[in-house]
């Protein structure tokens, strides 16, 4: 290919892009509250049929998507599996089927966010049980952003899994610290980052209404460790949205829609 013909292509290509980037996705997120697109792999990463299996037998989430969205699941869990490091603690060893439970957990979360890889950590830290946290007490789970790590007690992630509609989910949990975290920290005009940013906002409208707050607390639908903070409100939410989410629709349909616009959640 001529040199001229080239850097043609290369003017136009960068031209398309800054248009897309910086003028036609703001003003899409903007009015849709959701990104122009989500998925696009040119070249999708695939797990073997024993890993699918795993991913079937543990998620319903998984198993209510078409079948052309469960290949895109399974593409973003081993992309997570092979971005991040994952270590065992006491003697704990990681295996594969730990990891893609774990990957599983995070990318159902992230569902609908283009970007789902969260660089606001690099390592999976994962226990036997409860551990000593740095700062001195027993955690089941953590999300330490100074460390760069998310730390799992192993036998409460699988009991999150093993009873899917308590509304308590150890991983579901700490991965939405993380989502809260990276979305607050890249807030970027046209990103699921904004997105999830206004949402957040119109949780904490819908909250510091005295009447909306006193019909969750005399509700008792979500635990009372939610009213910590926001911080722990969103990552309680988010374990009862995906957990009892028809349970949430009913008793409280504009809080469930924020979440969803939220999260930009579809089903199937």
């Known amino acids: 290919m001529p ?16 248009t897309f980037s910086i003028i036609i996705e703001p003003i899409y997120t903007f009015i849709f509250n959701k990104p122009v697109y989500v998925h696009f792999y040119p070249v999708k990463k695939q797990l073997a049929i024993d890993e699918v299996a795993i991913l079937h037998e543990n998620f319903v989430f998984y198993q209510k998507l078409s079948p052309k969205r469960q290949s895109y699941f399974c593409h973003r869990v081993a992309v997570f599996i092979g971005n991040y490091t994952f270590v065992g603690r006491d ?16 990318i159902m979360l992230t569902f609908g966010m ?6 606001v950590f690099s390592v999976v830290i994962v226990y036997p049980d409860v551990f000593l946290s740095r700062s001195g007490d027993y955690h089941k789970g953590e999300f ?9 007690s192993w036998s409460h992630f699988e009991e999150g899994l093993a009873y899917n509609n308590d509304n308590i989910n150890l991983g579901l949990h700490e991965f939405a610290h993380v989502v809260y975290f990276n ?17 957040l906002d119109d949780v904490m409208r819908y909250l510091g209404d005295s009447n909306n707050r006193e019909a969750l607390l005399a509700s008792g639908y979500l635990r009372d460790y939610a009213y910590t903070n926001k911080y722990e409100f969103m990552a309680v939410l988010l374990e009862h949205f995906f957990e009892t989410p028809e ?12 979440v969803k616009v939220m999260i930009n959640y579809r089903e199937g």
């Open 144 to 152: 330490n952003p100074s460390a760069r790590a998310v730390v799992f």
């Open 114 to 119: 283009r970007k789902y890889i969260q660089n």
């Open 3 to 18: 040199m001229d013909v080239f850097f043609f292509l290369l003017i136009v290509f960068v031209g398309i892009f800054f």
């Open 183 to 199: 979305s607050l920290r890249k807030r970027r005009f046209g990103s699921s980052s904004i997105v999830y940013s206004d949402m």
């Open 247 to 258: 349970e949430l629709k009913e008793q409280f349909p504009k809080l469930y829609t924020i």
């Open 91 to 106: 003697g704990l060893e990681v295996t594969q089927e730990m990891k893609l439970k774990i990957a599983a957990t995070s």
